[in-house]
């Protein structure tokens, strides 16, 4: 499976952006994690199909929200109330097992990233 993200760029903070990411293949769950320069990978959200579940980490929730089509097998993320601390390279991933995650090592098929820069 191959996935496909889009969506990033520079932004005002407070504006918003919205990334999307198509798979090229079936997946049962689908999320994003982010890279800031000098910092750890962390996890941002995850969907899951079925059961439906999602996820937030504490840092984004409120101000994202991630959708998506599981019998298109694509996922978005909407990201308001954009902050400069949200600047990162943004990842795209997703899995085959039943369940998502927090944990990066979790996913098995990985997206090759979208920067978001938000400017203050």
């Known amino acids: 499976v191959q996935l496909q993200a889009s969506g990033g760029g520079l932004v005002q903070a407070g504006g918003s952006l919205r990334l999307s990411c198509a798979a090229s293949?079936?997946?049962?769950?689908m999320g994003w994690f982010r890279q800031a320069p000098g910092k750890e990978r962390e996890f941002v959200a995850s969907i899951n199909w079925n059961p439906f579940r999602i996820k937030y980490s504490d840092s984004v929730r409120g101000r994202f929200t991630i959708s998506g089509y599981s019998d298109r097998n694509t996922a978005y993320l909407q990201m308001n109330s954009l902050k400069t601390d949200d600047t990162a390279v943004y990842y795209c991933v997703a899995d085959d097992k039943k369940y998502s995650s927090i944990d990066d090592i979790w996913y098995k098929y990985w997206g090759q990233g979208t920067q978001v820069t938000v400017s203050s």
């Open positions: 293949g079936r997946t049962f769950n």
